[in-house]
């Protein structure tokens, strides 16, 4: 790590949480591990996943399976987003299940020769994304698979709004899932529609399995009992008193009031830490220090209470200063904050509170 800014994924937490929902849920899970496990690093996460029983996962498309493939992961995968006609061969290939998006696809797909493909039928039921939503059309689509030898062995879909406490809408579209797939009279080996905070909020026996997201690393909109597996650090590289009247960073947003001591920290928005932060307090030895001036690509400065050394590590969010807070600050949500952390900030792994791994993805990548 040769610039002091690091996201710390804490694998115990992680597995806390997971063994958690295992037990809430009463169900089996597909860990949903997409977007390189919301920014986390995918292969540590399987990891944790197995050794807590779990041999499902989910990405959103074809590269992320084969990425997976390719690291050696030999479980089960399936992809929920789409996937082009052209390269449904790669999934038969490589043993990949893939959705069914819509009835179109699925009559491209059986133009060409997809015996052996293993497909989940995505049932459409409000979120009007993909997935097939007529009655007539989730009928028609299952025999197609059967007569073209494709092993429809799954059929799930996705609730819009799981994270509403009411979960008004969330019943809506689970009864319609429930009215569907029991109108296509078939014995699917998975059938899933709980998301993250459905597992923890939606009490149902229709399903077998649930997927597995956001709340693994801690984040729930219905159980707040879950550990916070994601932080992000940096550290002061440079600090200075600076006079009444002076400006920091770019157009001069930022005139101090009297003399002020700001620090430099070497992450920016390049990182993930977008501009939009600025005003924010971040976590330092017992304070909450502003965030100063405009955030600049690569530096950001904050006003402290004391001359620290150099060095002196400094939470952008963690164990004081929650990623559900910086969200609600930014107007968004966790799932952006997280995947938002570009690829140039080091991953460092603790298990059993000591780094068992401290990675880099773009400098391995340039030693190779």
Aim: some cysteine.
């Amino acid at each position: 790590m040769y610039r002091e800014s690091w996201v710390e994924i804490n694998l115990d937490a992680l597995k806390k949480n997971i063994e958690h929902i295992l037990n809430k849920s009463k169900k089996e899970l597909i860990c949903v591990i997409k977007a390189n496990g919301y920014g986390s690093g995918d292969q540590f996460i399987i990891q944790t996943a197995r050794e807590c029983g779990i041999h499902f996962f989910a990405v959103s498309s074809l590269d992320e399976a084969l990425v997976l493939r390719n690291e050696g992961c030999h479980e089960k995968i399936l992809i929920l987003g789409y996937v082009d006609p052209k390269d449904i061969d790669l999934c038969i290939e490589h043993n990949i299940s893939t959705t069914v998006v819509s009835l179109d696809w699925l009559k491209e797909i059986v133009k060409r020769e997809v015996s052996g493909l293993s497909v989940h039928l995505k049932i459409d039921t409000g979120m009007n994304r993909i997935g097939i939503k007529e009655e007539d059309e989730c009928i028609e689509a299952l025999n197609l698979c059967l007569e073209n030898e494709i092993n429809p062995e799954g059929v799930f879909t996705h609730f819009a709004c799981s994270d509403d406490k009411t979960q008004s809408m969330t019943m809506r579209q689970y009864n319609l899932f429930v009215e569907r797939v029991k109108t296509l009279q078939y014995d699917f080996e998975y059938i899933h529609c709980d998301n993250s905070d459905a597992l923890l909020s939606l009490d149902e026996d229709f399903t077998n399995y649930g997927r597995l997201g956001i709340s693994m690393y801690g984040i729930s909109a219905h159980d707040q009992t879950l550990h916070p597996v994601f932080s992000l650090f940096s550290t002061i590289s440079c600090i200075k008193e600076i006079d009444a009247d002076e400006t920091i960073s770019y157009g001069a947003t930022y005139t101090t009031t009297s003399k002020e001591i700001i620090a430099t920290l070497p992450i920016g928005y390049a990182d993930g830490w977008l501009r939009k932060n600025q005003g924010r307090s971040l976590y330092i030895n017992g304070e909450l220090a502003p965030i100063v001036g405009r955030i600049c690509m690569d530096q950001c400065m904050i006003h402290t209470s004391q001359l620290y050394p150099v060095g002196t590590k400094v939470e952008l969010f963690g164990n004081h200063i929650s990623v559900q807070d910086v969200a609600k600050d930014l107007d968004t949500i966790p799932y952006e904050v997280l995947t938002n952390l570009s690829e140039r900030l080091t991953r460092v792994y603790v298990k059993n509170n000591k780094p068992i791994s401290i990675n880099n993805a773009r400098l391995e990548r340039s030693l190779k």
